[in-house]
């Protein structure tokens, strides 16, 4: 790959990453129209729609195989319960703490379930970048204060539930070897988006109340966030490596940060900002993740 294309796609991994950030902020505006399992089923039906013409530009089959697909179902059942925390979570608290917190936590809780299963080796590097994770997210939950019922508050455990969701949901995804990332998750979305109908009420739905501040939120969590995002993300996997593409998730609290202050004029406490930082370098410790690559010198 060139160095001009590789450009190309860091550029377009950076508004992926923004994508991703800016969910929280969206679910956040939308959970004031619709409750969670209606933010579900628009929000998958649409990406799902949308990710066909991308699926037939790139050549992907459509076929499945029964294996994969009864991992679909298992992990569209995740994605559920992950999406409902997600929803709960930032509609009762706030889309900085949920996106600040609950992404930083996703990879420290992927390592600890694959070392619990004994699928991950620690280390000592490893028990030091825990503890650093642990006062980070200790930090954002600001527990250093003396007011505790800050703390121990609802949404708190939604996104603690949230965080632990997604590594299960991951976890599961990757069993499915036989079959394409980007297929894998337009049949998820399907799937998804047909069990969120059993929990829906269509005659509920107040659509004379929807405005242009839902359907830009609306196409900004299908379109931007969803389609365009994990499009991008299963590619550059593809064409940079996942070495590559993990150092741009690190984006992903902050742009959440970012919006959610700039569009919901939440007020970014220090804590979340110190918090975050710690529970990244622990992150990336935990991972080996490179964020600067020594370039070869030719002599």
């Given at each position: 790959m060139t160095d001009s294309n590789k450009n190309i796609f860091y550029i377009l991994m950076f508004f992926a990453m923004?994508?991703?950030?800016?969910?929280?902020?969206?679910?956040?505006?939308?959970?004031?129209?619709?409750?969670?399992?209606d933010v579900m089923f628009f929000r998958y039906i649409i990406t799902a729609v949308t990710m066909v013409p991308i699926m037939l530009v790139l050549r992907k089959s459509f076929?499945?195989?029964?294996?994969?697909?009864?991992?679909?179902?298992?992990?569209?059942?995740?994605?559920i319960a992950y999406m409902k925390y997600f929803y709960l979570g930032t509609k009762l608290g706030t889309a900085s703490l949920g996106g600040a917190f609950v992404t930083t936590l996703?990879?420290?809780?992927?390592?600890?379930?694959?070392?619990i299963f004994g699928s991950k080796k620690i280390f000592k590097k490893d028990y030091f970048a825990l503890a650093l994770g642990a006062l980070g997210v200790l930090t954002m939950l600001n527990v250093w204060s003396a007011n505790l019922d800050e703390v121990f508050v609802i949404h708190n455990l939604?996104?603690?539930?949230?965080?632990?969701?997604?590594?299960?949901?991951?976890?599961?995804?990757?069993?499915?070897?036989?079959?394409?990332?980007?297929?894998?998750?337009?049949?998820?979305?399907?799937v998804s988006s047909f069990m969120a109908i059993f929990f829906m009420d269509f005659t509920t739905i107040a659509y004379d109340k929807f405005d242009s501040v839902f359907y830009i939120n609306l196409f900004a969590i299908t379109i931007f966030a969803s389609t365009f995002a994990n499009t991008i993300f299963f590619l550059g996997i593809e064409k940079l490596g996942a070495?590559?593409?993990?150092?741009?998730?690190?984006?992903v609290p902050f742009a959440a940060i970012t919006l959610s202050a700039i569009f919901l004029k939440e007020n970014i406490t220090i804590s979340i900002i110190i918090g975050t930082i710690m529970t990244i370098i622990a992150v990336k410790i935990l991972n080996n993740i490179k964020i600067y690559k020594k370039k070869k010198v030719e002599h």
């Open positions: 923004i994508g991703w950030g800016g969910s929280w902020v969206n679910v956040k505006v939308l959970s004031s129209y619709i409750n969670e399992y076929k499945i195989d029964l294996k994969s697909f009864i991992l679909v179902v298992v992990t569209s059942a995740i994605l996703i990879p420290i809780n992927t390592f600890l379930i694959l070392a939604y996104f603690i539930l949230a965080s632990i969701l997604w590594p299960l949901l991951t976890i599961t995804s990757s069993k499915a070897t036989k079959i394409s990332p980007i297929v894998f998750t337009f049949y998820m979305y399907i070495a590559d593409v993990s150092s741009f998730i690190f984006l």
